[in-house]
């Protein structure tokens, strides 16, 4: 029977993740048709979807918690496309295939679209999720926002009978300063079922964090990408609960409910003044601290035997609240703050963001056999969301427009087998957006550009509106079969999206040297001494700032399967967007112009035996975009779209007859120096060595793993992307941990 999580779950994968040694026991050939993914929102086979997806299971999971708790670095790791983890609890600048990433947890959407402050990744729970299912490219089967590609962490499921517990304890330390950089970290899951057809699981998960340290022994910041978070000196609490029933072998519903809860308290601001970000020893952190506050609850109804065929629906709301860092003026690098009034000190006392979103949607989907042609299927269905969005100070005052959206979306996806060998598929979406933009007035801002001078921008009333956006999205593709194990798959996808509106709206008035004339006061290269103040009245329209919705059409041919004791992908694509947005650090100006990205995507694994495998995961990607917006494509993407032109992983499993298992692991990355249209700034190559051991002790399993072994000092490529500065990596860490079920 289709389970609840699968039922929502998105498209699934070219290939299966690497799995622990032994991985392909007496090395026999590979059978695509096992892996089932769900990449139309239904139920399919891998050999019939015409996309290159990625599906990582439990096994694979487990053996990454032995190295990181951090799913970013997991998928960095083990999906080719995606980013290098920034090694915090921020996702900035960690992208896929240089676009924006759609993330669910068993079918449910977790982005906060009208406001994307890219901190959702790395909170996620791995100790509570069974699969992970990875779409590259373009798409809208989902919704909007996935115009990179999508991720579903799908929980794991009840099991039956008499309560199972599942435990895994761990404890990482820095090799630096073992004393002040222990993280614990301890995760429990009960669960079973009851004669009368309940079934629950329950999961919760506690993170800690002390100190952090490069590979030369430094301590890291706790906000080295100004204002995103770090990855020290915090604590964190996942939970996760599901209660279901069983009507009958047909007939499920589902109730589940999860809370991410952290709490990070910084000891010193951070100096950008250096050659590289730095915590700045004696400058006590004066804000408040960093929070993350997010809950979700959904209830799933699934029937296999429904009048026209396998009915799914999910409703759903979360609720989200993350507060940002305090950060202070620096000419150099934070060179726009809200202005306190006091030209001496510019830095208002509330410089310091919380985002709230509430959104709440109902999913249908449909998956119909179409009797009158031999096995093809109808998957349709419709969606409908709303969004709450609005960003304030900490003294309460908003620094965008508050935003309301609702989605209403309706779809259709047929599958047409040709023959034993060949299947064809093509949808359409449709989606239209009703946003309220309401009027509000932008608080006043102090900002300095090196060798041009201070301005202050006094408050700035912005006018809204209500608008419609929509779109229909298409997608044509199609697999065939060359043996039993391999095939070739390709076709045209494309994906949806409004744009940041929050990111817009938050820099009205305040982007390119014509706005700061236009809108505030120049002061000139010195500060006076007396009191200052800008008297400008003006006010700027929502319509001016000329947002438009974007298309992104997603080109793509690959190969994929195994023979013998190899498995493999290869996959090209080519993306284009006439509406792309990006951020200019230099500028801190947000803008949509026509953008082109390309690239070729390897994943092999070779097992020479049933206990020993060696694979690795490729990937090369470039783009180019129109930076003076007059049409003509002129410059490459900035850094922080794409920051590592080529990476990849290289890696062994090997397990001992007595159950011992070992994995090294060698991540690399190229670096980057390419004119965005404002600037030029150097990414550094890199590599680190990681390895882990596991041996079978008590029942459960003992393991010890080091990350960044040779202790290498390297400027973290994604981190350093996001403002244009060095932000270093970690160093060598240290995991003792155990885990059981019984």
Known sequence: MLSLAAAFAPPASAQTAASPAPVNSGGETIDLDAVTVTATRAERPLSDVPQTVRVIERAEIEQQLQLTNNPAAVLAKLVPGYSVSTQTISGASESFRGRDLLVMIDGVPMNTPLRNVSRLLALIDLNSVERIEVVAGASSTYGAGATGGMVNFITKRPTEGAPKVSVNTALRTFTANPGSSLAPEVSGTVSGSVKNGVDYLFSATGTFASNTYDGAGRLLPSDGMLGQGGGDNYGRGNFLGKVGYNFDPTKRIEAQASWIYMQQDPEWMTSYAGAFAAPAIGVPYTGQSVLEDSRSVSLRYTDSAFALGALSMLAYYNDIKKRFNYSTFDINNNFLVYYSGNLGSPTSPYNQTILNSERGGFNLTVDTPLSFIE?????????????????????????????????????????????????????????????????????????????????????????????????????????????????????????????????????????????????????????????????????????????????????????????????????????????GVNFVASTNSIGQSKEIIYGVEFTGEYAFSPSLALGTNLALREGRWDSDSDGEIDAWLPNNRISTPFRGTVYGNYRFDQGTTVRAEVEFWSGRGKYDGTEVFQIEPGAVLNAAVAHPLGGGTVYLSVDNILDSAYPNPSASATRGFDVYGWGRTVTLGFSKTF
């Not at 009027?439 to 509106?465: I, Q």
């Not at 009245?537 to 992104?552: F, P």
Request: with cysteine.
């Open 375 to 579: 096995g093809a299927r109808l998957t349709w269905g419709t969606d409908i969301v709303h969004d709450d969005t609005w960003q304030t100070l900490t003294n309460g005052q908003d620094v965008f427009t508050p935003l309301s959206q609702m989605t209403y979306a309706g779809f259709a996806q047929l599958q047409v087998p040709i023959g034993e060998r060949f299947v064809v598929r093509g949808g359409v979406r449709y989606e239209y957006l009703d946003v309220t933009v309401s009027d509000f007035t932008r608080p006043a801002a102090f900002l300095g550009f090196p060798g041009l001078g201070y301005a202050v921008l006094p408050s700035l009333a912005v006018t809204g509106g209500s608008y419609d956006y929509s779109a229909a999205t298409f997608n044509l593709g199609a697999t065939y079969k060359l043996t039993d194990t391999t095939e070739l798959y390709g076709g045209f996808s494309q994906g949806f999206a409004l744009p940041d509106i929050g990111a817009f709206t938050r820099r009205a008035g305040a982007q390119g040297t014509a706005q700061i004339l236009a809108y505030g006061c120049y002061i000139g290269r010195t500060l006076p001494s007396v009191p200052y103040t800008c008297n400008k009245v003006n006010s700027i329209s929502y319509d001016d700032l000329g947002i438009e919705a974007q298309i992104v059409n997603n080109y793509e041919l690959g190969i994929r399967g195994g023979i013998g004791k190899f498995k493999g992908s290869l996959a090209g694509f080519y993306s284009t967007s006439d509406d």
